[in-house]
């Protein structure tokens, strides 16, 4: 079936410092769409992606549809320690009898020691 | 309601025993799906509803898990003769069901089988 890589599994982050995650598919999705979940909580919709090239931001982060359909990014700028958590991308293929997600693994966010 | 809800949100059960756990979607959504997610692991999807009907159950992992729903609302997913390895979060979405809708996530069910 359709896999997402999701790179990387985890990282840490300084306070300020930029982040970026991205997802890569052995297949093409027509929707990329980036999750966000903190522990005890279902995931929280960040940004949502439907045509190839689109480039899309939302406070400071901003994530991209790449243009083969088959991956995307999110880039976070001047972290905060709020942007802890686990990231998760998902890719979609929305019209007839098939609506579910596929999710990658994640990207854990955490503090630098 | 303002968002997905689940319950209940943690359930203990025995090896062999039935679960059923509930998802109330967003109102007004026609589209509701479910997921399970193992520890450290990202989601797998389960089922998809389109109102009543589901037109992808590809996901169901054996013949002991089954789903409903019932006036195009609220959804039930029964896992019968629960194993250990049924331990995992159960998370319910549900989408206004239109091409490119977004799913908005419940909180979870978390079930752990002993």
């Known amino acids: 079936g359709q896999q997402l890589n999701q790179s990387p599994q985890s990282m840490f982050i300084q306070e300020g410092e930029d982040v970026s995650m991205n997802c890569t598919s052995s297949s093409i999705f027509n929707t990329w769409l980036w999750y966000k979940q903190d522990p005890g909580e279902g995931p929280v919709l960040l940004i949502a992606?439907?045509?190839?090239?689109e480039l899309t931001s939302n406070g400071r982060l901003t994530a991209q549809f790449g243009i083969t359909r088959k991956d995307s990014f999110l880039n976070i700028s001047a972290s905060i320690p709020s942007d802890v958590g686990i990231y998760f991308c998902?890719?979609?293929?929305?019209?007839?009898?098939?609506?579910?997600?596929?999710f990658g693994k994640g990207t854990k966010l955490s503090v630098k020691p | 309601g303002a968002g997905v809800s689940q319950s209940p949100s943690n359930k203990v059960t025995e090896k062999g025993k039935d679960v059923e756990l509930r998802c109330d979607p967003i109102?007004?959504?026609?589209?509701l799906y479910w997921y399970r997610q193992s520890l450290g692991q990202g989601l797998e999807f389960l089922i998809y509803?389109?109102?009543?009907?589901?037109?992808?159950k590809s996901g169901l992992p054996s013949d002991r898990f089954s789903a409903e729903r019932t006036g195009g609302s609220v959804s039930t997913l029964t896992i019968q003769r629960t194993q250990q390895e049924d331990s995992a979060v159960y998370l319910c979405a549900s989408s206004g069901g239109g091409y490119q809708e977004t799913q908005y996530f419940g909180p979870g069910t978390r079930l752990l089988v002993l």
């Open positions: 109102s007004g959504h026609t589209a």
């Open positions: 998902a890719g979609g293929n929305y019209g007839g009898s098939q609506g579910n997600l596929i």
């Open positions: 992606l439907y045509k190839a090239g």
């Open positions: 509803f389109q109102g009543n009907s589901a037109p992808d």
